[in-house]
Each structure stands twice: as C-alpha cells, then as structure tokens.
C-alpha cells in the first residue's frame, strides 16, 4: 500500500469511529469518505479529514492556518561534505536540514512504523519560532499557528511510530492545555502515558507573582503494553563509602539516629557509649533527665532504633559521629531489616514518578553548560538546549531495544543526537538517531542554525573534531568522542509536471538514500518514484491560487 493509501485509510478508520462515537453524522462522515478517496495528496486528505475532526471530543477547536502548498516533488539530497564516517559497517545516523513537513514525508518511504522513539520540543516561545509557528502570547489567534503547524506533522509521526514506541513533546505552562488536546486527538486518549513536570532553572527572580521553575513533558504511545525500566538512584547522594563498599555499595547520611516526632518511650530514651563517647537523644543528658522525670511531650527525643539493634548497628559500623550527633548510614545496595537485627539486600532502582524530572541535572542550566563547553558561547549561539541527560533519560526508560531508532524533527542545537550517541557509547548499544532541524536564520547563527549549530555539534561530540580538524573545545577535557556515523541531507526540489534544468524526478532521486538498491530499469525506478514521492508534492497551486483560497479561509 502507497503511503497516501494508508493515511486514507487511517483517516477513514478514524472518521467512523467518530460516527459510531456519535460525534459525527453518517452523512457528513460519508461526504468526507468520498472526499478522502478522490483526494491526490495526504496534505489534501489530511486537510479533508480536518472538518470531520474540528470539533473534538475535548470540545477543543482552533482555526487551521494554512501553509503554503508547493508544487514540486521534495526528495532527500545528501551533504556529502558534511556527512561523516567512523568506518565501521553500522547503519549511519541522519541530519536531515530542511522543513520537517517534507522531512517527514520523505521518512514515511523508509521508516512507517519503525520509530521506536520520538521527542520533539517544538517551537513555542516569542524567539527561534518556525515559519508557521510565531506564538505571540498577547494574541490569543496564534496559537492556532503552532497548532496548525503541528497537526499535520504529528499526524505523520503518527505514522511513522511503531507499535511499541512512545512520543514525547517538551511544552510549556501556557501552551501545555492545547498540546495536550492536539495529541489526545492524534494519538487518542488512551495512548496518554503521563504528563510530568521537568526543572527549567532553580530558584527564580524576585518577584510578585509565583517564580516559574518547570515545564512539562507530555508522552503518549500507541500500545496499550509499555512497561517502563526502573529508575537508577541518584547515585550522587551516595558519596560516601567504608571498607564495606564492595558488598553495601556507597552510603548516604540523610538521617540522624534521633527523632523528636516519635511518640515518647523511656526504652528508646537511653545512653549510647560509641568510641568512649556518650550520647543523648537530642544531644543533652539533662534534658533526657527532664523527660525520664515524667517532663515529656507525648512526642519526645527517642532514638529510632531499639537498645539491641544499636549494640548490633555499633559492631556493624551502621552509624557515623557528625557534628554530636549519630546518623545512620543509607547503603546503595543494603539496609536493615525491620524488626530484625540483620542485613537485607535492596534494588538500587527505583519506579519513575512524574516528579522524577526535577532534579538539576535536568534543567535548561545545565543544558547551557553542555553547549557552552562545545561551542565558545554555545549558550548564546542557541538559547535553551535542553540537557542531553533528559533525552537520554526519556528514551532509557521506555525502550530497552539496543538498535532503537530515535526520530527528533524538531531537533534544535542537536541535543537528541548527542543523547543517542552517549547511551550507545555507554553500553556498546546500536541505537541510530534521525534529526530534522530548519536552517532558520537567527542573529547569531548568519549561516542559519542547522549549519552554524546543530551539524557541528554531532561532528564535536561524536568525533572529538571540528569540520576545520580542529580540536579545541572544552568538551573534550572531560570526554572522550562518541562514536558513531552522521549522513547529512537536505531537501531537494523537482518539478515533475516539466523537465528542470534537464532533470526529472526520476534522474534525480536516489534510492539509496531510503535504504533501497539501484533499480536495474527504469520501469521499476519510475513505479518506485510514482507510488512514494506523489506525496511529497502537494497539490499544483499557483501564487494567485493559494492567494485566493488564503483570501478565502481569513
Ligand atoms: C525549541 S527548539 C528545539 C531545541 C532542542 N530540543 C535542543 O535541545 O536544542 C525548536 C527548533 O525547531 C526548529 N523548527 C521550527 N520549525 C521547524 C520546521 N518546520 N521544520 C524543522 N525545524 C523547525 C527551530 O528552528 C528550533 O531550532
């Protein structure tokens, strides 16, 4: 089936489900059905579909802005001069720089339902907005730009997800309410996973109102089985380590051996003699004398654990002396039994939680670090990275296949691609990235972000060189390069209603680059480029066409 036969059909699915919901009427689905049938793209049959699916079950509606239709065909031309090879035979990662409309369009001929993971962290901001995307919050109509520019690519992402893979889109406070509702429409309410808030920065300006200190990470999937990997403790809290460290693992002292929140008993009210040093619960003898004379709360000082279990914590060397007081140590990979004087082994994982996002290392902060240490002023170049630790977080928890592949179109400074080549360099795995990112042009990227930043990040990162073999980055003193290859694309252009330069579709597009080997005739190559690449033009419109109909639809 061609792509625009599936989409169709997909679509027409999604159309009678809404009638047997009842939210459309059998007529009316019916017109939409015929409609879908004739129509000659998916753009088309997308925007057909469109008026079946404005007014949502959320009751969530937005006016669909329209993009300009092109009329040539967009096919993946390769950047040989920035793709690079680290010479083993595995399957390079890819860049691919342009529009991910037509990005999209293009990987739905090699990867329908092959992506195991996407993250996206659109637009949404006043600064480095996409062109159909400039969110100006003091005027409520365009947000339907942003939700206009990503309704029709979620829905080929949509496409391009695999049954067990999972969608995850970064969203901010204000528009996280409308993101919400565009995805439970595409990927239906019951792929929703979780909503979870992540650590932007620590702290905040002062300020009258409430300091702003997260954003949030929406997930949705399209199985109804995801089982998620337990979370590593944060192993940066076990600092500490004794001659036990081989079998306890490292410990943490967060909590000291007496309480004044316990109820009040005088068998937990007593002496403790450690290296020829007496101690007190809440560290005076004679407020202990006070309370043994009856002068107690009926929550008092007492020690947490009984007389015996000390004696046995002394000899186990379960406690340390800081500033007068006992702490007991947390081990990573052991603790006390309850009621028992023994040693227990213990997971050192721990379930996610929507709150397991806001610990530092997932904030914007330290997203800038990372980039300031790849590029001089990385920070300044592209605002906002997020940190590669949170992708790779993301994608660690949700899918344990080693040779996953990793779909960003929203790619930004490249942090997804950094992410995939770090979990890979850690555990040997094959996870393969692909990255669609605009060359939109800001102040500080003259040559357009996909040139200036996120191409020379890869190169950095994965081979501990610049395109000039330079190797002076900061990056380097705490890293050793990833690893990895990148092919690096752009989007080309064919008209294929006329000859271009001498050249049709056919001579132009290159199978090889969507994983297919040269055709040995023609016939196969045209059947080839009809059945895929239709799609990747959009309906023949002239300027004065599109005028009118934009005129049309104000
Ligand atoms: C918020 S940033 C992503 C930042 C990224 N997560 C990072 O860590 O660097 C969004 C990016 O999407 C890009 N973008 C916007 N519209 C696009 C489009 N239609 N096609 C491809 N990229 C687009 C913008 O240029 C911008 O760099």
Same mark, same amino acid.
């Given at each position: 089936m061609s792509n625009l036969e599936t989409i169709r059909k997909d679509l027409i699915d999604a159309i009678n489900q809404r009638v047997d919901e009842k939210i459309l009427e059998r007529s009316n689905a019916d017109l939409l059905i015929k409609l879908i049938n004739q129509a000659e793209s998916i753009t088309e049959a997308i925007s057909i579909a469109e008026l079946g699916t404005t007014y949502k079950r959320t009751g969530f509606h937005f006016d669909v802005?329209?993009?300009?239709?092109?009329?040539?065909?967009?096919?993946? *031309? *390769?950047?040989?001069r920035l793709s690079f090879s680290d010479g083993s035979k595995d399957i390079p990662n890819k860049l691919i720089i342009g529009d991910n409309y037509d990005a999209l369009l293009n990987l739905l001929v090699e990867y329908k339902g092959k992506i195991d993971v996407i993250y996206i962290d659109p637009p949404y901001g006043k600064d480095s907005m996409g062109e159909f995307a400039e969110t100006n919050y003091d005027n409520a109509l365009t947000r339907d730009n942003l939700l206009s520019m990503l309704y029709p690519r979620l829905v080929l992402a949509r496409q391009l997800l695999s049954e067990t893979g999972v969608i995850f889109c970064s969203i901010d406070d204000r528009n996280q309410a409308y993101i919400k509702c565009l995805f439970d429409e595409i990927f239906g309410e019951n792929g929703f996973l979780f909503c979870a808030a992540r650590i932007t920065k620590k702290g905040g300006k002062s300020t009258q109102t409430i300091a702003k200190n997260n954003d949030y990470l929406l997930a949705y999937t399209l199985s109804s089985e995801i089982i998620f990997s337990q979370e590593e403790k944060t192993v940066d809290k076990y600092k500490y380590e004794d001659e036990f460290v081989s079998t306890r693992g490292k410990y943490a002292l967060s909590q000291t051996l007496d309480y004044n929140s316990l109820q009040y008993s005088k068998t937990m009210d007593y002496e403790i003699e450690i290296d020829g040093r007496k101690f007190y619960p809440g560290g005076s003898k004679k407020a202990q004398e006070q309370r043994w004379a009856g002068n107690h709360g009926k929550t008092d000082w007492v020690w947490r654990w009984s007389k015996s279990a000390v004696d046995w914590g002394i000899k186990e060397k379960m406690f340390v002396v800081k500033n007068d007081r006992i702490y007991t140590k947390s081990y990573l990979y052991c603790r006390k039994m309850n009621g *028992?004087?023994?040693?227990?082994?213990?997971?050192?994982?721990?379930?996610?939680?929507?709150?397991?996002f806001i610990e530092n290392p997932y904030s914007n902060d330290n997203g800038k670090k990372e980039l300031d240490n790849i590029f001089y002023n990385g920070s300044v170049l592209f605002k906002n990275p997020k940190p590669s630790t949170l992708i790779s977080t993301l994608i660690k928890m949700v899918c344990r296949r080693e040779d996953a592949?990793?779909?960003?179109?929203?790619? &930004?400074s490249g942090t997804t691609g950094q992410a995939v080549a770090e979990l890979n360099n850690d555990d040997l795995g094959k996870r393969r990235f692909i990255l669609c990112q605009a060359n939109e042009i800001t102040d500080t990227t003259p040559n357009g972000i996909a040139y200036d930043v996120t191409v020379k990040r890869l190169k950095r990162t994965m081979t501990g060189k610049c395109y000039d073999g330079t190797s002076d980055f900061k990056w380097l003193d705490k890293h050793t390069p990833l690893? &990895?290859?990148?092919?690096?694309?752009?989007? &080309?252009?064919?008209?294929?209603?006329?000859?271009?330069?001498? *050249?049709?579709?056919?001579?132009?597009?290159d199978e090889t680059l969507y994983g297919k080997a040269k055709f040995t005739t023609l016939q196969e190559k045209i059947e080839w480029v009809c059945e895929n690449f239709g799609n990747t033009q959009m309906t023949l419109e002239s300027d004065a066409e599109w005028a009118k109909r934009l005129e049309e639809n104000k």
């Open positions: 802005r329209l993009e300009k239709l092109g009329n040539t065909i967009k096919y993946f *031309k *390769k950047n040989d *028992k004087n023994e040693l227990e082994r213990i997971d050192p994982t721990k379930a996610y939680t929507s709150l397991s592949i990793i779909l960003d179109f929203f790619a &930004g690893g &990895g290859s990148l092919d690096v694309y752009e989007i &080309g252009e064919v008209a294929n209603f006329e000859r271009n330069d001498g *050249k049709t579709a056919f001579d132009v597009i």
